[in-house]
């Protein structure tokens, strides 16, 4: 349980500036599948999006990993990107920007 707080902790210390930005309207997104929100599983995750287009991997300060960040391009009649950061197994952000 500590170890998974002080990956939070990292994560958030590490994106937060991004994570505070005006991109991220909302803690859910729903998907032709269901809906993805803040706490889910990498599996369930990879079951309602599918395989991301991009991933990045997330490092602290000093270069130790403390997460991924997977993100889609949504194309169609209101295009979108998804982004969702990803430590400890868990979806612990999700954000989603029209255009």
């Known amino acids: 349980m500590k170890q998974t707080l002080l990956v939070v902790f990292l994560l958030s210390f590490v994106t937060g500036a991004t994570w505070a930005s005006s991109e991220c309207n909302g803690k859910t997104r ?31 300060g000093r270069g130790n990993p403390v997460g991924v960040e ?17 430590a400890g197994g868990k979806a612990q952000r999700v954000c989603d920007k029209m255009g």
């Open 30 to 60: 729903g998907v032709k599948r269901g809906i993805v929100a803040e706490g889910d599983t990498e599996r369930r995750v990879l079951n309602r999006m599918g395989e991301p287009d991009r991933t990045v991997q997330l490092h602290d």
């Open 70 to 86: 997977w993100v889609w391009y949504v194309h169609g009649h209101n295009p979108r990107t998804v982004r969702i950061w990803i």
